[in-house]
């Protein structure tokens, strides 16, 4: 079930005051945690197993203990059982950060790392047979993890595991952005964004580039639905409730600076939402052009932090 799906089955079952179904156990990769306590509770779900993994992969993870927002499980006193790694990496390109001794640097607890999975040509469940392509193949195998000689493959993913072991999802290297000498997750902004928000409305954060500035600056654009408050609903107290729910959960380099808002009718995907947009940001509100530049115009109002 897509994500969007998701977002209005947990509505539904929440307006129908949890939905009594034959249903126990869900399984699937990757159920944000702001989504995992709504779409339980609202479908009285006993158990909700997530998993990570791709087809070609060897670093396959399984959450089967019920922890919400967990994609995987691998005890650290276990860890020599199923040898998989979080390894530091430049979080735009993925380029492995070494020590002195040439080995790749490990990443710490709940530290961003990108997961890597440790290739064994005579094991079944370690060989990474790779694609068609030599050149992508070699782009997901890197050498002298751990040890001299070694080979690891490379997910592309960054994750972070906890004290016990728990893997999380942080985001994919590559949706990160530098902004004031920091790296900005789009996921982890995005998850501050969407646990203010209800679950029938939608946010995605991506960066853009601003002339004569270093870096991208971050952009929200946040699709209210409209039938959630009625008439009465009011856009203006909405962001300025936004505004202060960000602050006190970001630190200031990840706040976005521009937020584009779209008020329609049953989401996102619906039909007939009314096609108006306003580019706002933090501090002020700019207009977009359609080819995604901006320009300076129609500053409207100014709210400080």
């Given at each position: 079930m897509r994500l969007a799906s998701l977002r209005f089955a947990?509505?539904?079952?929440?307006?129908?005051?949890k939905t009594k179904t034959s249903l126990r156990v869900a399984f699937g990769n990757g159920l944000r945690p702001e989504l995992c306590a709504p779409f339980r509770e609202g479908f009285d779900?006993?158990?909700?197993?997530?998993?990570?993994?791709?087809?070609?992969?060897?670093?396959?993870?399984?959450?089967?203990?019920?922890?919400?927002?967990?994609?995987?499980?691998?005890p650290r006193l276990l860890s020599f059982i199923y040898p998989v790694c979080l390894v530091k990496c430049d979080q735009e390109t993925g380029e492995i950060i070494r020590g002195e001794d040439g080995l790749a640097v490990m990443a710490g607890i709940n530290e961003p790392g990108q997961l890597c999975g440790?290739?064994?040509?005579?094991?079944?469940?370690?060989?990474?047979?790779?694609?068609?392509?030599?050149?992508?193949?070699?782009?997901?195998?890197?050498?002298?993890?751990?040890?001299?000689?070694?080979?690891w493959f490379l997910s592309g993913d960054l994750l972070r595991s906890d004290w016990f072991g728990f893997y999380y999802w942080?985001?994919?290297?590559?949706?990160?952005?530098?902004?004031?000498?920091?790296?900005?997750?789009?996921?982890?902004?995005?998850?501050v964004i969407n646990s203010f928000l209800r679950v029938e409305d939608e946010c995605v954060v991506y960066g853009v580039e601003i002339p004569k500035n270093e870096g991208k600056a971050g952009m929200a654009k946040i699709v209210?639905?409209?039938?959630?408050?009625?008439k009465g609903f009011d856009v203006e107290q909405e962001l300025e409730e936004l505004f202060g729910f960000v602050e006190r959960n970001l630190p200031k380099y990840m706040w976005p600076v521009f937020l584009r808002v779209a008020v329609g009718v049953g989401g996102a995907g619906a039909e007939g939402r009314e096609d108006k947009e306003e580019n706002n940001?933090?501090?002020d509100?700019?207009?977009?052009?359609?080819?995604?530049?901006?320009?300076?115009?129609?500053?409207?109002?100014?709210?400080n932090f």
């Open positions: 947990s509505l539904g079952a929440a307006e129908a005051n779900i006993d158990h909700i197993i997530e998993f990570y993994g791709s087809t070609e992969g060897n670093a396959n993870l399984v959450n089967n203990t019920g922890r919400d927002g967990a994609i995987g499980v691998v440790l290739i064994n040509k005579n094991d079944p469940s370690r060989r990474f047979d790779g694609y068609t392509d030599a050149k992508a193949t070699s782009k997901k195998i890197c050498f002298d993890v751990k040890k001299k000689g070694d080979s942080c985001d994919r290297i590559g949706d990160t952005f530098r902004w004031r000498g920091e790296n900005v997750s789009t996921s982890e902004v995005e998850g209210f639905n409209r039938g959630r408050g009625g940001t933090m501090t509100r700019y207009l977009q052009n359609e080819e995604g530049g901006f320009e300076e115009a129609g500053i409207r109002r100014r709210t």
